[in-house]
T-cell receptor, first 117, second 114 residues
């Protein structure tokens, strides 16, 4: 149980295009999902916290107009990188916290490798 | 605010030897502490977590960690390293209770030498 999927697993796009990444909790409902990015050989940096039915909360320094987050249901959150540029190339990982858990167990997706040419 | 410091970005051990990955935390509130493992190009898998119950926490794959409040440490150990343990390991901390933000350390890459 507690499986989180991401789609696509990798994507290559041209500079200036937009890319959408999906994060799904497959066997549980998640009122809260998190989006992280990870640069090579570095740790995970929290980008934003996504709550179902409300606006995402972005971390300091993360452009909310560039990284659009939608949490339309209890099992799906999407991250759209708008007008992507090469510096946006990174590994994007989502996680989801089950709605019925009071401890801080997050279940992570397998990640999406974004390469912007 | 919380933070974790992982000592040693790279650790090498021989197969069958003890694995010790160090993590020290800083927290203004009672913490929850976690160890995650990441294999190349994959997401994170939870190894174990401390949530204010037993101070010695046993996790998957033979790993365990001990919460030491006096030393603000949460070191990860495994008695005997296996080749499949080679991966990146992240220590993480959050405030106690639900819906707290989790802060990750910079990671330690474990190499297992045959």
């Amino acid at each position: 149980g507690a499986v989180v999927s991401q789609h696509p697993s990798w994507v290559i796009c041209k500079s200036g295009t937009s890319v959408k990444i999906e994060c799904r909790s497959l066997d549980f409902q998640a009122t809260t999902m998190f989006w992280y990015r990870q640069f090579p050989k570095q740790s995970l940096m929290l980008m934003a916290t996504s709550n179902e039915g409300s606006k995402a909360t972005y971390e300091q320094g993360v452009e909310k107009d560039k990284f659009l987050i939608n949490h339309a249901s209890l099992t799906l959150s999407t991250l759209t990188v708008t007008s992507a540029h090469p510096e946006d190339s990174s590994f994007y990982i989502c996680s989801a916290r089950p709605r019925d858990r009071v401890t801080d167990t997050q279940y992570f997706g397998p990640g999406t490798r974004l390469t912007v040419l | 605010a919380q933070s974790v410091t992982q000592l040693g970005s790279h650790v090498s051990v021989s197969e069958g030897a003890l694995v010790l990955l160090r993590c020290n935390y800083s927290s203004s509130v009672p913490p929850y502490l976690f160890w995650y493992v990441q294999y190349p190009n994959q997401g994170l898998q939870l190894l174990l977590k401390y949530t204010s119950a037993a101070t010695l926490v046993k996790g998957i794959n033979g790993f365990e960690a001990e919460f030491k409040k006096s030393e603000t440490s949460f070191h990860l150990t495994k008695p005997s390293a296996h080749m499949s343990d080679a991966a990146e390991y992240f220590c993480a901390v959050s405030g106690a209770g639900g819906y707290q933000k989790v802060t990750f350390g910079t990671g330690t890459k474990l190499q297992v030498i045959p």
